[in-house]
């Protein structure tokens, strides 16, 4: 599948300042365009993972309310989304002026200076790399908020198994009237481990399904993730900043 360029209009209000390198409004507007763009990838993931949690519970609730469930995670994402990607990108890849101990080398600026520069025609010159940058902070950080022993996840787990106790109960009452009180715990134990079980199954995939939805490959490191790119739109907009 491929995304449109949702970003759209949203960044056209910014009215970018005479700068040597992205700097400022260029910066912010950038980071931002990224995960704009990333929102629909992103939340196709989820469906995904929220159907799979539906169809593991035995009431198998609906889309909404199996993507409820899932609210921590696109909390947490959301709430540090931004300091992430602009660190990704600046400075942790394109640094600014291309200089080195603050003297420009040779031929520079040129975007193939021994240092990345950081001006909207480096970012254009290496957008390869840079949707790949994207990519992969965008992954990283989903998937470690989906990771055990995360905050969000132990809301997500804690979620899962409340909406599993109904079934639970009901089958707990079974066993007390059917058999020794003593096996009722042990039942219990399993019946959660089990949920757990099955929720991490489906949550260590989440960087993959990532991956699968923008069209990528494992070892891709530039010019890859067909339906994540926006490469046209991304650099007419990078370029509209000096």
Known sequence: MRFGNVFGLLFA???????SACEGD???????????????????????????????????????????YLRPILDSYENDAYNGM??????????????QDGVDPPGCPNPDCPVV????????????????????????HLQTLAT??????????????????AKTRRMIRIYERSGPYGTVPSFLTKREDDTRT?????????????LQTCGGSEDGETNGLADCSWEKAMKEYILSFP
């Open 148 to 165: 055990p022993g995360s905050d969000a996840y132990k809301q997500v787990e804690q979620a899962v198994l409340d909406a599993d106790g």
């Open 198 to 210: 099955k929720l991490q199954d489906i949550m260590r995939n989440v960087g993959s399904m990532l």
């Open 117 to 140: 520069c950081g001006t909207p025609g480096s970012l254009v010159h290496f957008y390869g790399k840079l949707r790949y940058i994207a990519f992969n902070q965008t992954r990283y």
């Open 26 to 68: 260029c910066i912010v507007g950038i980071t931002n365009a990224f995960l704009t763009n990333y929102t629909s990838p992103i939340e196709f993931v989820m469906d995904n993972v929220a159907k799979q949690i539906s169809n593991m519970l035995p009431a198998h609730p609906g889309l909404e309310t199996s993507r409820n």
């Open 13 to 19: 209000a910014l009215v970018p300042v005479t700068v």
């Open 86 to 99: 602009e660190t990704a990108i600046f400075p942790s890849y394109f640094h600014g002026k291309c200089q």
